[in-house]
């Protein structure tokens, strides 16, 4: 239950010709292994910018972004790749499934590039599809499964490394909500029983909730950081009857350490 | 990513739209293949050239009447007779194997049932060993037929064919040209085509004696063929039958030569130049098909970089290096560049044998020339492939995921 994410005043200016845009302006924050954090914002909030430097795709202007012990925010882009790939998962908005490569193939392409055997690429694959739910849909196209499938699948793909982290930039955002329940449910499942950290980033507050910890983001700044959107929704859930009276739950644990 | 991984990922996207990979590397297959057919055509050309002037004789001397200009028109002509012909004899003999005076016009011939228009050659007896001639049957006329004029004569294999078609023993029987009958003593051994084109088995060898009193042919010397005992002789041969022609014509120092002596290996030299020539340029101008072909090639990979620019995105997301998708890309085009270097090598070897099957030369396709015909396809496809590999290496990964 180590410190996976650590970041120390992190600021991130564009530079777009004639003006410089302030994305964030000087954001610390600290994420523990096995949690599952949501990063709120309206759009425009810097939100986006924060997930982009949390999953190594951009660099930070200035500040420190320390990644597992190790300090990424000056690393090369093959460097930052090598970490993509061993140590994060990604989940889209859009799926971003290759469309002309079947479920299975979607889902082995990160151990493709880690450099792993045809063989073992294919078992571990269709082992994960097989615990997201897919197992018999591993040789469709993209284009023959409906939204929650492939988001699935997508899903898949992010955790067949084994990474330390799931990134999910609006996960549900296309899809239904129904199945958007489903997805963030079995967000919930692998983040219980797997303790697979996740950070999940979504405009809506009902969505943030599933995860245990929500983070606002406003104007390139946290706005606030607590638990207690998650603390109300278990709560409602214990009185619907959804989950079970707890008297004691480990998450509590969690609580003082978010601080 | 290993490298054979990178090869099948490769594969699977050209495949993904053949018709557009196969034109792309139409610009490759037409290079290659024009290139390896014509080199081909022009070896097996100069072969077959080679070939047939080894069988006029490598050392073979012609000396003809009245100069020649670069272009090959006859200046200054001064008729060539048989005392010039005595004249080398005497002086150059030494380092010949023979001087034959030839004189030949084209005549009707008839035997008993048939009728055939052909050469008749007049000269002497040396004219056999000169120019290599076998006697399959019979005897080739003697000194003393040409001191007689006899009526007699050798008749070559198509000659044969010709007026003897139903294989009757032509020995003994009679020929008549323009009246004058002449007996058949022998017939020669097939020789085949002259490089210049005339078949060398439609002629009858008659003395010169006889053609020129009997047949009525003009006093004159269609032309003096000898040759030099050896190869090395054959420039020595030249200058002093030169020489000696100048002053039996009385030609004053500075005046031109009105006569022409040429070696048959000349000849074989310049035929040689001429093909190479010819292979050269059309290497060249196959080599800017390739290089349009390799245009095309980066053409269509940079078409194709920007319509995968989210896949680029994707990969590079889970984890693909900038080396990674440049050297996918690439794989890409010199795929592509080497799928064409095969089909045009194909192409141009069927090209090379059909060309040799109408041509009636060798096939000659050396390993070598395919050898490089495949590097060249490589080089092209890595040439032309690297600027759009580049390109997509250095896509930024959070604007490839946002484009649409």
């Known amino acids: ?259 | 990513m290993s490298f054979f991984s990178a090869i099948r990922v490769a594969l699977s996207a050209l495949l993904v739209n053949k018709g557009r990979s196969f034109l792309t590397s139409l610009g490759i297959v037409i290079g290659i293949g024009a290139v390896i057919a014509m080199v081909s055509a022009g070896s097996g050309a100069r072969y077959k050239l080679e070939d047939r002037l080894d069988s006029l004789g490598k050392n073979l001397i012609l000396i003809r009447p009245g100069s020649r200009s670069a272009q090959g028109f006859t200046q200054d002509y001064e008729p060539l007779t048989r005392d010039d012909a005595e004249a080398i004899r005497k002086r150059v003999g030494n380092i010949l194997t023979g001087v034959a005076e030839s004189q030949i016009t084209p005549r009707l011939v008839q035997s008993r049932t048939a009728v055939h228009g052909t050469q008749i050659v007049g000269s002497v007896p040396e004219l056999r060993e000169i120019r290599n001639w076998k006697v399959a049957m019979g005897r080739f006329y003697s000194d003393d037929d040409v001191k007689k004029a006899a009526r007699v004569c050798l008749i070559g294999q198509t000659v044969r064919q010709k007026l003897f078609p139903d294989s009757t023993d032509p020995i003994g029987k009679d020929l008549n040209v323009g009246g004058v009958h002449l007996r058949v003593i022998g017939v020669l051994g097939e020789k085949g085509r002259s490089p210049t084109g005339p078949d060398q088995d439609d002629q009858v060898f008659v003395p010169i004696t006889t053609m020129q009193s009997q047949l009525g042919a003009r006093k004159e010397i269609t032309l003096i063929v000898c040759a030099a005992k050896s190869e090395n002789l054959l420039d020595r041969a030249k200058e002093e039958i030169t020489k000696v022609l100048r002053e039996h014509h009385h030609l004053r120092p500075g005046a031109a030569d009105n006569f022409d002596v040429s070696s048959v290996r000349e000849m074989a030299e310049l035929a040689v130049v001429v093909t190479t020539v010819m292979q050269i340029l059309i290497a060249i101008i196959a080599s800017i098909s390739l290089i349009v072909g390799g245009v095309g090639i980066m053409n269509i990979m940079l078409v194709s970089v920007t319509e995968r620019t989210r896949e680029i995105g994707i990969r590079m997301a889970i984890g693909a290096t900038p080396m990674d998708v440049l050297v996918q890309f690439l794989i890409e085009a010199v795929v592509l560049a080497l799928v064409g270097g095969v089909i045009g090598i194909t192409l141009g070897i069927s090209g090379a044998v059909g060309l040799s099957h109408l041509a009636g030369w060798p096939v000659v396709v050396q390993p070598g020339t395919v050898l490089i015909a495949f590097i060249v396809a490589a080089g092209v496809g890595i040439f032309f492939g690297y600027y759009p590999a580049l390109k997509a290496s250095r896509l930024d990964p959070i604007e490839a995921l946002r484009y649409e």
């Open chain 1, 1 to 259: 239950m180590g410190i996976l994410i650590a970041l120390d005043n992190i600021e991130k200016i564009y530079n777009t010709g004639a003006m410089k845009v302030p994305a964030l302006c000087g954001v610390s924050l600290t994420v523990h292994s096995e949690e599952f954090v949501a990063i709120m914002g309206a759009s425009g909030s810097g939100k986006s910018t924060l997930m982009n430097i949390l999953g190594c795709l951009d660099r930070p202007t200035s500040g420190t972004y320390r990644f597992d012990g190790q300090d990424v925010s000056q690393l090369s882009r093959q460097e930052l790749a090598h970490i993509r790939n061993r140590k994060m998962g990604f989940v889209f908005q859009g799926f971003n499934l290759l469309k002309r490569h079947s479920a299975v193939e979607n889902v082995e392409m990160p151990l493709l590039y880690a450099g792993v055997s045809s063989a073992e690429r294919r078992r571990r694959a269709l082992t994960m599809l097989e615990i997201v739910g897919l197992a018999n849909r591993g040789h469709h196209m993209p284009n023959q499964l409906s939204g929650g499938q492939q988001q699935r699948a997508a899903i898949a793909r992010a955790l067949i490394n084994q990474p330390q982290i799931i990134l999910a930039d609006e996960p549900t955002g296309n899809l239904d909500s129904h199945t958007s329940d489903e997805i963030l449910r079995e967000f919930q499942k692998i983040n219980q029983e797997r303790g697979q950290t996740i950070i999940m980033v979504t405009h809506d507050p009902h969505i943030a909730s599933y995860a245990d910890r929500q983070i606002v983001v406003r104007d390139g700044l946290i706005e606030s950081d607590s638990t207690a959107g998650a603390q109300l929704r278990r709560h409602e859930e214990e009185m619907d009857g959804v989950i079970p009276l707890k008297t004691s739950s480990p998450r509590k644990s969690l609580q003082s350490k978010a601080r």
